[in-house]
């Protein structure tokens, strides 16, 4: 059993994470923005002894601190807190540099003092503007431009991370996150793609497609499954894409919830190509099947229903 730190324990994939690192036997402790349940009080002593969770900002040196030494010492941390998004980036870019940017490197110094294995959750769309089927190895071989901060952020990220494991001999792991979705995710404008348009369509609507565009949508528990095995099989200085099989273009996608919840398709509004946004997202997942059991047993239109039937019932619709 392993005593693990996840940051951003309350988020979409955090929170999946967390359960499934207990359910394997792990002692877990979340970390996020908000006051929660199982919440450690620093000032206020209390009684408790068997905390959980507590309120921290990553971006704050002396929040993320006080974790270690009140709550570490930790063989893991799950580095999933950051500010998320394309468009999130350019509406909020003061946040997701100070998250992104400011928060991986407090969570950096401290893994160098002290030297917990790190498992840092990196973007697909670090992968910029390449064209071609997108394999860890891409931005050793060529010349690649990311094409917005939140993508920008994120590589910055990877290259702190490359920087430590030279200098300080950090041990991290980095994984690169392909259009994850699935039950648990509530909207709001900067979500998924898959998230939004659910909501759209149960809420009647409307919504933007940009034709031409193609993704790897990678069901919400496959995923946390497999990042929940890196602990089992971790191998310092390894970069891992998490991505689906089922490559298929956005217009795809829109047709199922479409088909599935009935919705008026006057609502969908088709656009050419989206600005300074990845087209095409198809992955090499080979490595994660083959170092950490990565593995779909969710087909995107199942994906999807189980999706809608979720938000039916959180929305009571």
Not at 152 to 175: A, D, L, P
Request: net charge negative; glycine share 8%; proline share 1%.
């Amino acid at each position: 059993m392993a005593k693990i730190l996840v940051t951003g324990s309350k988020g979409v994939i955090g929170s999946c994470l967390v359960k499934m690192l207990r359910d394997k036997g792990h002692s877990v402790f979340g970390i996020d923005l908000e006051h929660g349940f199982g919440e450690i009080g620093f000032e206020h002593e209390m009684t408790k002894t068997d905390f959980t969770y507590a309120r921290c900002d990553v971006s704050e040196f002396r929040q993320l601190e006080r974790i270690f030494e009140k709550a570490g010492p930790f063989d893991f941390v799950y580095h999933t807190a950051a500010e998320f998004g394309r468009w999130n980036g350019e509406d909020y870019y003061e946040q997701v540099w100070k998250s992104n940017a400011i928060g991986t490197k407090n969570v950096i110094r401290l893994q160098e003092r002290y030297r917990f294995k790190l498992i840092h959750f990196s973007s697909s769309e670090v992968y910029g503007d390449y064209e071609d089927v997108m394999s860890e190895d891409v931005m050793d071989r060529v010349e690649v431009k990311q094409m917005n901060d939140y993508a920008m952020s994120k590589w910055v990220n990877e290259m702190q991370i490359r920087n430590s494991i030279i200098q300080h001999e950090t041990e991290s792991v980095i994984v690169r996150m392909f259009n994850t979705y699935g039950p648990g995710e509530w909207y709001h404008p900067y979500r998924s793609v898959n998230a939004k348009f659910c909501y759209h369509a149960l809420h009647n609507l409307p919504v933007t497609v940009y034709k031409g565009h193609y993704r790897t949508s990678t069901y919400l528990e496959d995923t946390c499954r497999t990042l929940s095995n890196i602990v089992d099989n971790f191998q310092s200085g390894r970069v891992y894409n998490i991505g689906g099989l089922e490559y298929h273009d956005i217009e795809k996608l829109v047709n199922i919830i479409w088909d599935y919840t009935g919705a008026d398709k006057s609502l969908i509004n088709y656009k050419d190509t989206e600005i300074l946004t990845t087209k095409s997202k198809k992955v090499d997942i080979s490595k994660a099947i083959k170092d950490l059991g990565h593995k779909l047993t969710v087909s995107l239109e199942d994906g999807v229903k189980r999706t809608i039937d979720w938000m039916k019932d959180y929305y009571g619709i």
